[in-house]
């Protein structure tokens, strides 16, 4: 079998149960007594250690097994959670984790585990050795005794003599690699049980039941039928190797030995299997049926909608003109339906921002304990959902920001106490879905942000002038922090890393179509939000004509759109503005910003149409020619030769399948209106 | 051997390594972009695509293309970052040997995109070094 | 050609015992991701033989061999269990399940109990 088949799914899967017994464990450490959790770490311990024995990785089974073993005594009481035990556990999901992702990278998994596998195994049973020497030793004797019967079987045998039944001698061989000894032997009972009666087992059936036995046993069976018959049912029992019967005389029965170890209660069954499983069965997990697909084969499919989205613009366009009723009537319903599509094809991509989330709480207590403070991670939200894309690269900066705010933002549990502060600091990791953006906000109850400390910071570092620096409003300080080579901690920690950073963060987030804010309050904490578009690649939006150019401005910026002759267009301190609904909305002339080229004179009486737009509670407003009307477009990023054009966020196909560009509107707003 | 595709920029003759060459297109609409740097001539759609074309005479300090019958777009990729340019004419695809290649140039006429010179039977022609023509100016 | 159904919960462990058992001409009818959803499949499709997980959330291996014994007393049902497991299987061969294979599977020996418990 070829196994690189499976590779995929093998990762993708242990990632999954890695990160389900990181967050049980998690759990586990707030309530140590709850076995529910435990059976759910169990669980994925034990799946995890048979596909990785399915797919060789030997380590990474013996190390599965060995800490399923832990498990199990935990759940049987036969073992109480220590810290010692917690911190063990934890150090294996690591090593697990560090191997599948090795595995990932193309790594054959291995790791030595040989140490922590001692430990797993002290944990079990701190005289181990001395437990396998008794046991091997058994072994032999086992498989060197005689079958002998007493009188009181010998009666028996008697009787059912009379009765036209034989007696055999039964010898039975397993297959060397039979795993479950115990149980092939109890399927051989019960074979032979149903062809007649079981009289003595060697070795005794406690022993058997124990696996304490080497590949072969040997019974006594009462049966009236004949030899080849029972030869024939058991050599049907998967892994019997071999089976050999012989009829026995009464002479040959005849040496009778009372000391010997008797064991005429073989139809006892065996001990009951463990209970335990209920535990889990009871909490219910809503099952949904799916099926995992290719994020390349989603990514083509959305490729393929939007080429259809652009050809369905175009048929618009000819269905109107056209005037033929049939044919606007099709077009409408295309349309309609296209619409449904569109919204199945972009919920597809749609994956619960959890993916991200999950891996948190972990990092957290690891960097809480790391930097000796307490901190409770609140996360709320987790199940909204966003752009497979946007999943993909959210989870770095959000990082970032976790640790920036555990190691800058929480004040040391000193400080905190010094302050009348709950000793536990709080970081809330929220997500919320509002219009057509996603927001994640990092949240902190530590000191805020200083702001005299950041402006002789972004002094010295000449980020910004003294000058400037009185004329900054908070949040223009605040957003100082993004400035690439800063850092406001006054020592350097290995935590939030050597003042590379937040400006990373920031770029990411822009990189993703989102910005960052920053809220903060002296002595209360600081919150930083992360605002990002819910879907990367269809936008609705408006096209305007600025002279000959076709121009996109996503809907969800735009206020309204008025007229310069329904409004009077004044000029402040050399800005054009015009009043609107009681607001002073500056101007921004298209022509002027993108330098459009002019075709011809000016109609001196034509009215501009003021696209106005708004970022946060600022609005502007963007003057063009005419208004085109409302279209979806899709997004075609320009690629990394034409990154960052001033007001431009991305370029479309139009209708006619000439390029149009999308106007990033936030660029015009200045960072101090 | 290298197999260099070679085109007209005026009179003179260039080249590229075909292994970055992607296709030849005729032109098409063009959409220009603002605040770009100006040997940017714009955005065109290939088959769905969004390509920034450059005109290569202006990229390389040579004058400004005129559009004729023979005007082509050169479409490469390098790397990640796919460009179309622009180009006078395109003429033919030749097999040279490294050592045909001649890496001198008097340095007054040196710039950083010259990746050679060739001399093929009596023609002159300069090999553009594809790295340097996607760079961007830092601006 | 005999028609199969596979229960487990680990998709992995599904696509490995599917390939298995199509390569070997069997005909894979149904895929059930937990007990509950076993029985409910072996309702539905009637196949020839299942092969049956054992640890799985929602319904385990066991109680689900138990139901579909229930429902038919000859279904033919294969335990695919994990090593470290006897306890657990021993009490599925007791609720009536034909035979059992151990994970890691070998090809071999999941078809020499297919054939075997097919047979019988």
């Known amino acids: ?673 | 051997m290298v197999k260099i595709i070679v085109f007209k920029l005026g009179e003179e003759e260039y080249a590229l390594d075909i292994e970055f060459v992607q296709s030849i297109e005729r032109i098409q609409p063009i959409t220009r972009v603002p605040n770009a740097p100006s040997y940017v001539k714009g955005l065109m759609n290939l088959r769905g695509n969004v390509i920034p074309i450059i005109d290569l005479r202006k990229k390389l300090n040579i004058g400004e293309t005129n559009f004729t019958d023979h005007t082509r777009i050169i479409i490469s990729k390098y790397e990640d970052i796919e460009l179309g340019f622009i180009v006078d004419q395109t003429s033919d695809v030749i097999d040279v040997s490294r050592d045909e290649l001649e890496m001198e140039l008097s340095g007054r006429m040196e710039f950083d995109a010259f990746g050679g010179i060739v001399n093929f039977s009596g023609r002159l022609i300069i090999l553009l070094k594809m790295e340097e023509l996607v760079k961007t100016e830092v601006k | 050609m005999a028609s199969v159904l596979i229960v487990d919960d680990a998709a992995f462990m599904r696509m490995m015992l599917k390939d298995i058992l199509v390569k070997n001409g069997y005909e894979v009818v149904g895929e059930a991701v937990n007990g509950a959803d076993a029985v409910e499949k072996y309702r539905e499709l009637q196949p020839d033989i299942v092969t049956m997980d054992i640890t799985m959330p929602e319904m385990d291996g066991i109680t689900a061999v138990k139901n579909i014994r229930a429902m038919d007393p000859a279904a033919n049902i294969i335990m695919c269990s994990a090593m470290g497991q006897q306890p657990m299987v021993l009490e599925a061969i007791q609720a009536g399940a034909k035979d059992f294979v151990v994970k890691p599977f070998q090809a071999d020996r999941v078809m020499e109990s297919i054939k075997r418990v097919l047979g019988s």
């Open chain 1, 1 to 673: 079998m070829d196994l690189n088949n499976y590779l995929e799914l093998f990762i993708e899967e242990s990632k999954e149960h890695v990160q389900a017994i990181n967050d049980e464990l998690l759990k586990l450490e707030i309530e140590p007594e709850n076995i529910d959790i435990v059976n759910e770490i169990f669980r994925s311990a034990h799946t995890l250690k048979g596909m990785a024995a399915s797919m060789g990785f030997d380590d990474l089974a013996s190390l599965t097994h060995e800490m399923e073993n832990v498990l199990d005594m935990i759940r049987q009481s036969e073992l109480r959670i220590t810290e010692e035990i917690m911190n063990v556990v934890f150090t294996c999901v690591d090593l697990i984790a560090k191997m599948v992702d090795n595995i990932e990278q193309g790594g054959d998994g291995t790791e030595d585990v040989t140490e922590i596998v001692r430990k797993l195994q002290s944990i079990q049973n701190p005289s181990i050795i001395h437990d396998e020497e008794r046991v091997s030793a058994q072994n032999e004797a086992a498989t060197t005794k005689e079958l002998v019967i007493d009188e009181f079987q010998r009666s028996i045998i008697q009787e059912a003599r009379k009765l036209g039944n034989h007696v055999y001698e039964v010898y039975v061989k397993l297959d060397e690699r039979c795993v479950m000894k115990s149980v092939r032997a109890y399927m051989v009972f019960q074979a032979a049980e149903d062809l007649g009666e079981i009289i003595q087992t060697d070795p005794p059936v406690e022993q058997i039941e124990e696996d304490q036995f080497g590949d072969s046993f040997t019974l006594l069976l009462l049966s009236h039928h004949d030899r080849l018959k029972i030869e024939a049912q058991l050599t049907n029992i998967s892994e019997v190797k071999a089976v050999i019967v012989t009829e026995k005389t009464e002479q040959e029965l005849g040496n009778t030995d009372k000391q010997n170890h008797l064991n005429p209660n073989v139809t006892d069954k065996p001990r009951k299997g463990k209970e335990n499983q209920k535990a889990s069965e009871t909490k219910k997990k809503p099952v949904t049926k799916s099926i995992r697909v290719d994020i390349e084969k989603l990514d083509r499919l959305m490729n393929l909608f939007s080429e259809l989205i652009i050809d369905r613009g175009r048929l618009e366009q000819i269905a109107r003109k056209s005037q033929i009723p049939d044919l606007i009537e099709t077009v409408e319903h295309m349309t309609r339906i296209s619409t449904d599509l569109q919204g199945l094809v972009l919920n597809m991509r749609m994956v619960p921002v959890e993916q991200v989330f999950n891996r948190f709480p972990r990092m957290v207590r690891d960097l809480a304990k790391d930097l000796n403070k307490k901190v409770q991670l609140v996360v709320e939200g987790a199940e909204t959902e966003l752009d497979r894309t946007v999943i993909d690269e959210i989870g770095d900066p959000l990082v970032h920001l976790l640790r920036n705010a555990l190691d800058h933002g929480l004040e040391s549990t000193d400080e905190r106490i010094a302050n009348n502060k709950p000793e536990e600091g709080r970081i809330l990791l929220k997500a919320y879905h509002s219009g057509n953006h996603v927001f994640i906000e990092v949240v902190d109850d530590g000191k805020g942000i200083n702001r005299e400390k950041v402006l002789k910071k972004a002094i010295e570092r000449g980020v910004i002038s003294e000058e400037e620096s009185y004329s900054l409003s908070d949040q223009q300080v605040y957003s100082l922090i993004f400035s690439s080579g800063f850092s406001t901690a006054d020592k350097i920690s290995d935590i939030s890393g050597r003042g590379v950073g937040l400006d990373v963060v920031k770029t990411k987030i822009e990189s993703l179509g989102g910005t960052i804010t920053i809220d903060s309050t002296p002595e209360q904490g600081s919150a930083f939000r992360i605002q990002l578009p819910l879907s990367l690649s269809i936008i609705y939006s408006m096209l305007v004509k600025v002279a000959e150019e076709i121009y996109a401005i996503p809907f969800n910026s735009i206020v309204e759109i008025t007229t310069n002759s329904d409004n009077e267009v004044y000029t402040l301190h050399g800005q054009k503005v015009i009043q609107f609904r009681g607001q002073v909305v500056p101007l921004i002339e298209l022509k002027e910003v993108f330098q459009v080229p002019q075709v011809e004179s000016p109609k001196v009486n034509q009215p501009l149409y003021i696209v106005i737009v708004r970022k946060g509670d600022q609005t502007i407003g963007l003057v063009t020619d005419t208004v085109l009307g409302q279209q979806e477009i899709v997004l075609k990023p320009l690629g990394r030769y034409l990154n960052q054009l001033q007001g431009i966020s991305g370029a479309t196909i139009l209708g006619n399948g000439e390029v149009a560009l999308i106007i990033d509107t936030n660029q015009f707003f200045n960072e101090k209106g």
